[in-house]
């Protein structure tokens, strides 16, 4: 099946700091989200990226879609401690199959006050 | 404007027993997708149905599990002769049309604990 690698699995940051992690796939993706997911809950959804060299905002956080198709970055600026949680990338290959997405396995972000 | 429901948010279960998860989507939504998440890791593919119609169960275990979405209800997730292993979160997910992606909700999330 289709692999997600997400790094770092951990970051310990202070506040006011920017963070960076990413996400490589082994074949070619038509979409990229990211998510963020909170102890005891669901994930929510951040950003959703559809073409690639795509670069959307969404308040702080920034993702690219990788001109390759094969990888996407999310950076948080300016951490607060509500950033605090565990960021997910998730992405649906391109071989037509609308059905399934797959998850990496989530970079746990925590920032110091 | 309710979002994703699932319920119970929290189960035990015996080995052996039978575990029901329930899900009801957003309103208007008729497509559902259940994930498993186990601790420390992403979560994983399990069934996609819309009313009335498993699409795709390709990440379900061959046996015990099972899942509907009837026309009326809510989508159930059903794990027969529940094992250790078994424990994990369940998460449903929701959409109102076959999607690109970005419009999944998800719900809270079911975590069974398996004694």
């Known amino acids: 099946g289709q692999q997600l690698n997400q790094s770092p699995q951990s970051m310990f940051i202070q506040e006011g700091e920017d963070v960076s992690m990413n996400c490589t796939s082994s074949s070619i993706f038509n979409t990229w989200l990211w998510y963020k997911q909170d102890p005891g809950e669901g994930p929510v959804l951040l950003i959703a990226?559809?073409?690639?060299?795509e670069l959307t905002s969404n308040g702080r956080l920034t993702a690219q879609f990788g001109i390759t198709r094969k990888d996407s970055f999310l950076n948080i600026s300016a951490s607060i401690p509500s950033d605090v949680g565990i960021y997910f990338c998730?992405?649906?290959?391109?071989?037509?199959?609308?059905?399934?997405?797959?998850f990496g396995s989530g970079t746990k972000l925590n920032v110091k006050p | 404007n309710a979002g994703v429901m699932q319920n119970p948010r929290h189960l035990v279960r015996r080995r052996g027993q039978e575990a029901r998860l329930r899900c009801s989507p957003m309103?208007?939504?008729?497509?559902v997708y259940w994930y498993r998440q186990l601790p420390e890791e992403g979560l994983k593919f399990m069934v996609y149905?819309?009313?009335?119609?498993?699409?795709?169960e390709s990440g379900m275990p061959k046996e015990r599990f099972s899942a509907e979405f009837p026309k009326e209800g809510p989508s159930i997730l059903r794990i027969q002769q529940v094992v250790r292993g078994d424990s994990a979160a369940y998460f449903c997910a929701s959409s109102p049309r076959l999607t690109g992606a970005g419009e999944q909700y998800f719900g809270p999330g079911t975590r069974l604990t398996v004694t």
């Open positions: 149905l819309q009313k009335e119609n498993i699409i795709d």
């Open positions: 990226l559809y073409k690639a060299g």
């Open positions: 998730a992405g649906q290959p391109d071989d037509h199959n609308f059905n399934k997405f797959y």
């Open positions: 309103k208007g939504h008729s497509h």
